[in-house]
């Protein structure tokens, strides 16, 4: 396992992870750790528990066991929205975005802490809200443009392209202002160049200081944008290190290729 | 037919308040409704439930000596709070349970309305309760003042439905122009009819305090409620509400607290609701179980689709056409038919039109059509 002298603190460790489904051990005693600033990738095979990994982190779907540390405070017990609150934003293997409101309102909404959004305050804090509605509309403009959607604000989301829909995503991530960001497979059904963009947005942001983990079954994604990555496979962990280190992992060669 | 249109008779007046009255009760009963579907997404097949607690409360409370209005906010505030109980039972499940859970609960709210005789007077039901303005004789100066509101009130809304078919008509191709132009023309002739007739109305007060009264306090309740609503739902409180209509596990993952949210709309929407449950009241001037059957829920399904959920402008106008709709085919009972027969020819036809409206404009008469071509 991992030498954690040498790490600095870990944004989110967790361990002892279980879940299963009936009778399927769906992840069974699976650890994790991302460190600040990491840049960190969670790989396996099909069917491997990643997806379901990260709705136990998230708190998505509850963990029958383990602990999870996000800043070194457990939130295994919290609700999802709680854990959003606290920085640690998620996205979807699909790109889920909210069809019917516009590309600004799926931005918008993703400020935390506004005062528009209790109900009273919509009565008696008109100014405070419009204030606030234009800084984070100037905020979501910025992201927008840093990523080429600024000419769709006013669309319907649900108007967006597969990638464009992706993007928006991990922009409104971005607009949570998270410490941690979990995206679920971020390049799946995206063309090459704009995985090639993808892959630029989010070391970008990681030299801004974001911390990042990442499902992905591009290996060519993992290899260059990940600092350490984490390999599950049947639930458990099977192997953590760097790219280079699991490029030539036996254990994990055997799981994704067989015996 | 044409009576309704053009004759100043008093009859036919005091008709036509009767049922701009009707649309302003129904509409404000499908506004509620329309926050919780129309913006959160929530199927509500129970919403005549909070009429019933608002409809009783404030007959029963008025009738012990409690203040119009004091005993309104009162029954709204205690609709809210069977919206805070069948929230709590059932937010948490998925919506076609829902669904069926609030069906339940305006059935079990209705029989407890029957059975409980010692509080709601049973199946005898509860009579000769106050009515807003009945005892009010206004000097002409005050009438006129009612007139000059009533004037804003029916101003303000043809000029923003003028706008908005202005806006349609800019989008739409030739055919679809001229029938957009035709309607909107007719509806505007419509609505000045309406508004000449409440003028009328409320100028010779005396003629039916009760009745104009109501006109005049429903008109301006359904006005503030509908100023409210619009207000709320451009504000960001609103977005959020709108995020979890669409996909409430990505407002969960972006930090909303979805089930809170959900929980206020059921309240609100059941509080305006309440309000609608008081006027539903005053204007039978006699309140019994039966008046708060399943039906009275779907009437408002079917006046909100009409008119385009997730638009209280669609949904008000959606009242206007269904009551027009009922007062035109009011004239069927004089066909060689049995009342009953008469009763369920109005229902299918009614029934027919949602059909054709479904493939012809399934979103509604207000509802924008981008919305429906959209992928989840």
Known sequence: MTDLSKSPMPVLSATGLMKSFGGVKAVNDASIEVAQGSITGLIGPNGAGKTTLFNLLSNFIEPDQGRVLFDGEPIERLRPYQIAQRGMTRTFQVARVLSRLSVMDNMLLAAQQQTGEKFWSTWFLPGRIAQEERDARDRALEILESVGLAAKANDYAGALSGGQRKLLEISRALMTRPKLILLDEPAAGVNPTLIKQICEYITYWNRQGLTFLVIEHNMDVIMSICDRVWVLAEGKNLAEGTPTEIQTNSQVLEAYLGK | ???????????????????????????????????????????????????????????????????????????????????????????????????????????????????????????????????????????????????????????????????????????????????????????????????????????????????????????????????????????????????????????????????????????????IAGIAGAFFAWQLSTVYPTNFEPLVTFQAWIIMILGGAGNNAGTLLGAGIYWAYTALTRDLERLPIAADQVGALRIMVIGLILMVLMIWRPQGVLGNKDELTLGK
């Open chain 2, 1 to 271: 037919m044409f009576n309704y249109l053009f004759s100043f008779d008093t009859g036919i007046i005091g008709y036509l308040v009767f049922l701009i009255t009707s649309v302003a009760l129904y509409g404000l009963f499908s506004l509620g409704l329309n926050l919780q579907w129309g913006y959160t997404g929530l199927i509500n097949f129970g919403h005549v439930a909070f009429m019933t607690v608002g409809a009783y409360s404030t007959t029963l409370l008025s009738l012990a000596g409690v203040p119009l209005l004091v005993a309104v906010p009162i029954g709204a505030m205690l609709a809210a709070l069977l919206g805070l109980l069948m929230g709590f039972s059932t937010l948490r499940l998925r919506e076609d349970y829902l669904a069926i859970v609030t069906i339940g609960v305006s059935e079990l709210v209705r029989l407890i309305a029957l059975n409980e005789g010692w509080l709601t007077k049973g199946a005898f039901g509860v009579q000769s309760f106050p009515l807003p303005l009945e005892n009010f004789r206004p000097t002409v100066a005050t009438r006129i003042g009612m007139v000059a509101v009533i004037t804003a009130i029916f101003g303000l809304a043809l000029w923003k439905l003028g706008r908005r078919f202005f806006h349609q008509i800019r989008g739409a191709k030739n055919w679809q122009k001229r029938i957009v132009a035709i309607g909107s023309g007719l509806l505007v002739l419509l609505g000045v009819r309406l508004w000449l007739v409440s003028a009328i109305a409320l100028y010779n007060f005396r003629s039916s305090p009760a009745a104009n009264g109501l006109l005049f306090v429903s008109l301006i309740t359904v006005a503030i409620v509908f100023w409210a609503l619009e207000r709320l739902v451009k504000s960001p409180w609103g977005r959020v509400l709108k995020a979890i209509r669409e996909d409430e596990e990505v407002a969960k993952a972006l930090g909303k607290n979805v089930f809170a949210y959900k929980l206020q709309s059921l309240m609100l929407g059941g509080f």
